[in-house]
């Protein structure tokens, strides 16, 4: 719960950072974690290093290549959601991106049925409708705040996708990788991103901000997660991710003074009914066993 409400006030800090491009929040963002991630695995996680090394090392050709296909993937999309969604909080509205992640639960279900041929109960297909009804209300009149809402949750929800096959593995071992492939492929592109490193290296106020989202608002949430998925079923931890979009959509109102207009808060609405409808079957039988 701690990571997801967490996740859920990222916003705040977000929009101390209005100012700037987008690509100057991203790098240093990306920077700070990996820099944050690579102490941490020096001071304490070395085994756990060397662990992922030996297991992949020891993997059959194809399960190596296809660790590697999916962290490189997975890099890549993180990197193109982190982008997307600094651009939305901070030049959209805080609604749009709330949006993102209220409805991505159901688009990953939706992804994982047509790519991995993962089987969805009648309820989960009535959320889905209900969702699709819920897109067509928003982008009557805000097809601007629909699309980049849409492209941020696809991003996302291709990048829950794509780790499915890295079971097994250590996650935060493998999120540094995907920052180390994330680092390399935004460095070179930084001026078009609209980052300038060396002018950033001199900005108190930026370093200290994305300092603040990269440990507090990345790394120190992830880690709550990733222990949370040790003891809890997948699916009470998937219930809870809902937090996140929630308290954001309440920042946005009662916090940030963004408006709505009436049929956008049918369309808010529908979603909400969806993801009950959604969750509805969802019954925990023991702290071990998925649902």
């Known amino acids: 719960m701690a990571a997801f409400l967490i996740w859920g006030f990222f916003p705040i800090p977000l929009r101390w950072l209005a100012g700037y491009a987008s690509g ?29 090394w030996a297991q992949w090392q020891t993997a059959a050709p194809a399960e190596r290549r296809r660790v590697a296909l999916s962290t490189g993937l997975g890099g890549l999309l993180l990197t193109s959601n982190w982008l997307l969604f600094i651009y939305v909080v901070n030049q959209v509205s805080v609604q749009a991106g709330s949006f993102a992640y209220l409805i991505c639960p159901i688009l990953t279900a939706l992804l994982g049925f047509v790519v991995l041929g993962e089987k969805l109960r009648p309820n989960q297909w009535a959320a889905i409708g209900l969702s699709a009804l819920s897109c067509a209300l928003l982008g009557v009149g805000e097809i601007r705040m629909l699309l980049m809402s849409l492209v941020v949750a696809s991003t996302y929800a291709a990048y829950l996708i794509s780790q499915r096959s890295l079971q097994g593995y250590d996650r935060l071992v493998l999120l540094t990788v ?49 222990y949370a998925l040790n003891v809890l079923p997948s699916g009470a931890v998937g219930i809870m991710m809902y937090l996140n979009p929630l308290v954001s959509f309440a920042l946005a109102f009662l916090y940030f003074g963004e408006q709505a207009t009436t049929t956008q808060v049918v369309a808010y609405g529908v979603i909400l009914l969806s993801v009950v409808l959604y969750n509805l079957a969802f019954q925990p039988r023991s702290a071990s066993t998925n649902p």
């Open 24 to 52: 100057q929040i991203l790098f240093f963002r990306i920077l700070i974690s990996l820099l944050i991630l690579l102490l941490l695995h020096s001071l304490g996680r070395r085994a756990a290093v060397r662990g992922v």
């Open 178 to 226: 995907q920052l180390l492939l994330a680092a390399a492929l935004v460095l070179p592109v930084a001026p078009l991103l609209g980052a300038e490193p060396l002018v950033g290296l001199q900005d108190g106020r930026l370093l200290l901000v994305t300092g603040l989202l990269s440990l507090g608002f990345t790394v120190v949430p992830l880690f709550l997660n990733l």
